[in-house]
T-cell receptor, first 118, second 111 residues
């Protein structure tokens, strides 16, 4: 299966600053990537679908100006949390969809990034 | 998006089979049934998926009801490493194939 990495694995930032999280597909050309957020003891919540070379599609209730997604290449998508606040503290996970989102194929998930905003 | 319903938690003894149920009564004809599991502070791991027929792989088996409104993930011999949260999800057959996660089942394996 595809190998997905995320960087950083953990980040602590001050309130009001911006944080960038990278998601890389190491051995798979991903035309579609997904970004999830997970709060403690809760399930994953889909934030947005990232398409290479085009604008991301955000889920209802997710502020696109706050969570900037860039998918400039087939192997890299970035999520930037702008003007972070303590309520943005969460576990952010990206995933790669097999063959441009073809649901016949499985998703591969990154190891996640733990964001703590102080 | 079609929703899935799973029990909040289940327990199993080590080396015994485990049957994890999932209801998805509003499944559409093109939705694939996927199972993933997640350990604490890690990303989900793919387990198995299927459309209509039962599926087997090295990790588990997936039994799909004839009407596709429910499915069961079968771990043939549970080990302590199988303790995790198991998610049953339906991948949208239209568009980008995004996945909506439910609450999952927390599996505890007792030695």
């Amino acid at each position: 299966g595809a190998v997905v990495s995320q960087h950083p694995s953990r980040v602590i930032c001050k309130s009001g600053t911006s944080v960038k999280i990278e998601c890389r597909s190491l051995d798979f050309q991903a035309t579609t990537m997904f970004w999830y957020r997970q709060f403690p003891k809760q399930s994953l919540m889909l934030m947005a679908t990232s398409n290479e070379g085009s604008k991301a599609t955000y889920e209802q209730g997710v502020e696109k100006d706050k969570f900037l997604i860039n998918h400039a290449s087939l192997t890299l998508s970035t999520l930037t949390v702008t003007s972070a606040h303590p309520e943005d503290s969460s576990f952010y996970i990206c995933s790669v969809a097999g063959l441009a989102g073809d649901t016949r194929y499985e998703q591969y998930f990154g190891p996640g990034t733990r964001l703590t905003v102080t | 998006d079609a929703k899935t319903t799973q029990p909040n938690s289940m327990e199993s003894n080590e080396e015994e089979p485990v049957h994890l149920p999932c209801n998805h009564s509003t499944i559409s004809g093109t939705d694939y049934i996927h199972w993933y599991r997640q350990l604490p502070s890690q990303g989900p791991e793919y387990v198995i998926h299927g459309l209509t027929s039962n599926v087997n792989n090295r990790m588990a088996s997936l039994a799909i009801a004839e009407d596709r409104k429910s499915s069961t993930l079968i771990l043939h011999r549970a080990t302590l490493r199988d303790a995790a949260v198991y998610y049953c999800i339906l991948r949208d057959g239209r568009g980008a194939g995004k996945s909506t996660f439910g609450d999952g089942t927390t599996l505890t394996v007792k030695p």
